[in-house]
């Protein structure tokens, strides 16, 4: 009876032994799970922008968006019956905050207000303009503008892109021809006109120069590729709209952007 008592006893203190070594464990990989998973609030040292952290979480503990709205409202001004007589506004950009680094923080973000044109509003003109960080990794950072608008006196909407492309370290603004090497510059003209010849074959815009600077302005790079953007009218009439071509790295001489970035 007693060797019996004993017995179960051991397996009791085993049983409880095994459970709480168990639990423990469980406990112990959850809570590092939760550390390793990103959230809104994942610390991120401002001081130094080549820490190795996912693009979204990165750029989120970077920026703030600003946003500006005028209601819809009618406005009696505008020709009778005409198609934008309702005007509202809505404008949303982004500013940037680099701790120790206000200079440099204050030159972008004055670029970035300046390219929502929230302080060149028009009367009479409704305006939808976005814009998006589409890159951001160590210290370079591209971001996208899209914009719309229509004045009440206008036949049609105007569409355009703008961009920015910019160092966090300076505040230096690239160009496409500081990013890429003379021979790849001649391949992205090449494949974006092959793009619009297919795109619009027995067109005017065949015989269109790509060679004007201020047609590649307008840019944005990924790890993948450089997508180059083109307003209304850029390239043609207004029914060609505005349209952006992404080109892989993959297919031109290049891997990756050089080492500025």
């Not at 693009?55 to 819809?72: G, L, P, Q, R």
């Not at 972008?108 to 929230?118: D, G, R």
């Not at 951001?136 to 591209?142: C, R």
């Amino acid at each position: 009876m007693k060797k019996t008592f004993f017995f179960f006893l051991v397996l009791y203190f085993i049983a409880f032994a095994y459970l709480y070594h168990y639990e423990a464990k469980k406990q112990q990989e959850s809570q590092i799970s939760e550390k390793v998973l990103p959230s809104d609030d994942t610390y991120i040292d401002e001081n130094d922008p080549l820490n190795d952290y996912p693009e979204a979480e990165y750029s989120k503990n970077y920026f703030t968006d600003v946003h500006y709205k005028i209601d819809e409202y009618y406005d009696r001004t505008c020709p009778k019956q005409a198609a934008a007589s309702y005007i509202h506004v809505n404008i949303t950009y982004p500013q940037i905050h680099l701790t120790g680094n206000e200079k440099v923080a204050n030159l972008i973000n004055t670029k970035l207000k300046k390219l929502s044109l929230i302080d060149k509003l028009e009367s009479r003109t409704t305006y939808d303009i976005n814009a998006t960080v589409i890159y951001f990794k160590k210290n370079f950072v591209s971001i996208l503008f899209e914009g719309n608008l229509m004045n009440c006196d206008d036949s049609h909407n105007y569409t355009w892109f703008d961009t920015l492309n910019v160092n966090i370290k300076d505040g230096h603004q690239y160009k496409l021809e500081e990013l890429f090497d003379t021979k790849t510059l001649s391949q992205l003209h090449r494949k974006i006109k092959e793009h619009l010849n297919a795109k619009f074959p027995n067109t005017d815009i065949k015989d269109f120069s790509l060679d004007e600077a201020d047609l590649f302005k307008n840019f944005t790079i990924s790890d993948e590729s450089v997508t180059i953007y083109f307003s209304m009218y850029q390239i043609g009439a207004a029914s060609y709209g505005s349209m952006k071509i992404t080109l892989p790295f993959k297919d031109l001489t290049v891997k990756a952007v050089n080492q500025h970035i």
